[in-house]
């Protein structure tokens, strides 16, 4: 059973920083691919950043290289994205998500198990 849970969203002021969490509802996530997904208002749900277990491989979009990270503690059954350097079109619902093997990471119809979202808003 998979049921992931984001935390960690809110408003912030552009140039801020905000982390978001995802935990497997207490589960464990070691075994899964785990990614961050965004989407915004009359937007299509965008990639942003993947750790996959294959060697431990991290991507990023590009719009969010070396302002994102993600990163995953499987002793805790956590996944986290630090997000700084905020800017406005940051704004959006971020998804959680998790599958146990991704080839095409970017692809949103490649991962089976979504999260309910967390809100981040960002001002200018």
């Known amino acids: 059973q998979v049921r992931l849970v984001e935390s960690g969203g809110g408003l912030v002021q552009a140039g801020d920083s905000l982390m978001l969490s995802c935990t497997n509802d207490?589960?464990?996530?070691?075994?899964?691919?785990m990614g961050w997904f965004r989407e915004a208002p009359g937007k299509e749900r965008e990639f942003v950043a993947s750790a996959r277990t294959i060697g431990d491989t991290r991507d990023y979009a590009d719009s969010v290289k070396g302002r994102f990270t993600i990163s995953r503690d499987n002793a805790k059954n956590m996944l986290y994205l630090q997000m700084n350097d905020l800017r406005p079109g940051d704004t959006a619902v971020y998804y959680c998500?998790?599958?146990?093997?991704?080839?095409?990471?970017?692809?949103?119809?490649?991962?089976?198990?979504w999260g309910q979202g967390a809100q981040v808003t960002v001002s200018s």
């Open positions: 207490g589960h464990t996530l070691s075994g899964f691919d």
């Open positions: 998500t998790a599958d146990p093997w991704v080839q095409r990471v970017h692809l949103a119809s490649e991962w089976k198990y």
